[in-house]
């Protein structure tokens, strides 16, 4: 994910370690790494900090300090700054899915820069004048001001969508061949007149409603495999049912009816 | 937003008080207030529940507690089960931008719920078999277990951005009309002549690469109005630095060349 690594997260003045920890943890579980602390961090608390970020220490072991916001960004060809605020410049803002694209397109030739405020106050008017663009998380009006390390996430993750980075670890469900679906609902209506369950004069109706409840989502080979499994075994046990009650009431009826 | 009031935030005996919080202030976030645990939560560091909900104190006030799962999410018509550990059931899952509108859209018609599981484990293959849709947060190979929060968030924002929950609270960038745009233009080559930044034989080039950069985003009435004002300042500051001058040196040239 090369594109990814060019996406530096600026925090700028945190208040909060497990705050840190949040954000670091965000941050590898949506393949970015880079990580950048603007201001004092000797206040961050330690233990909120590494309990937070799990298993993602080695983001925090790898970020970069600095002293102003500048030197944060300063080899950036697009910054951008989240804020929650209405207010000069910001009322020209994207959403992170709109921001997304834009900043991985600059990425491919130059690193850029997320910037995020502290968790009190946000971003100052000052600090929003060295960026070039603004996002604005979405959110309701009843509680419109995310936690810092959400914000992170959001932005994070609609990086990490818009990278098209994810590769699903397993197979996405490909569907089983309409021939092999046709002969298990052949077998399944032979299972459920054998049961006892509908009459032959209902069938073809029931089983318009069992087509469509199994063709809500897709079906796999090995679904229909499952399935066909479940039909004999039940086709069988049916059968030992009906040769038992024979045994055992010699001129009884057949199942069913 | 009734459409997000019927969907149902269940969380299958969550341990971290924290967390917990934190899931308050995301759903108040994205416009959710359902909340429902599922087993015992007296173990929940109380002190960390409120410091994290902060403003969204209230949808904890409001939570359900439930002995189990079923109980949960015994009236919903769809229950989506969020899981990052592949195996049984687990490979046919959405991600949270899919399952979004089809959650949505069942919750028309009765309440829906969106389960995760416990910090440590997630949820078990028991929980999930009373689960009828799988959700999977895509995630990066190197670090796939998110917070719970987190997941929360995630699953929160992708319902809140499908629900079209969200109105920008300021108006969005309303384009200039062409000829106000062309006014401005004419006037900022006049001003880049008039203080000398270019030759009247290079102004129709330079003139293409300032209009292509003042282009790249949209500009509003306003964004034309402000920088009218600069040109306008930039005139007059360009005629008095001539008046002057030529004060102080009777027979000087004119500025520009």
Redesign the interface.
Known sequence: ?PLLDQVRIVLVRPLYG?NVG?VC??M????LSNLVLVGPEQHLNARELHA?A???DDVFERHRNVGTLEEAVADCGLVAATTAR?GLY???SLTP?EAAPRLLAAAADTPVALVFGPEDDGLSNEDLAGCSVMV????????????L??SV??CA?EL??AAG?????????PEAPADMKERLFDHWRRMLLDIGFMKEEKADHMMLGFKRAFSR??M?VADVRILMGVVRQTLWMAAQYRKYRSLARPGGRAAGG
């Open positions: 994910m497990g949040s943890r965000a590898k579980n949506m393949g937070m799990a298993h993602a209405p910001r009322e020209h899915r604005r998380i979405p959110s309701s009006p009843a509680y419109l001001s995310l936690n390390a959400m996430m959001v993750y990490f969508g980075a994810y590769e699903p670890p397993v197979e996405r469900t989502g897709p796999s």
